[in-house]
């Protein structure tokens, strides 16, 4: 199933890192994942699906 932060982060190697910075759940983990998707998300933008 496709999550939906996966219409941002179009690359297959984007999505691997998010499913590993998913995995940590520490406060630390979540404030990365959050920087992650917005990074990524910005530099994704101009990818077709």
Excluded: H
Excluded at 11 to 19: L, S
Aim: hydrophobic share 40%.
């Amino acid at each position: 199933m496709k999550k939906a932060v996966f219409n941002y982060i179009k690359t297959p190697c984007g999505q691997a890192k998010y499913i590993e910075l998913e995995s940590n759940k520490t406060l630390l983990g979540k404030l990365r994942l959050t920087w992650y998707v917005f990074i990524a998300s910005i530099r994704d933008w101009n990818i077709k699906d």
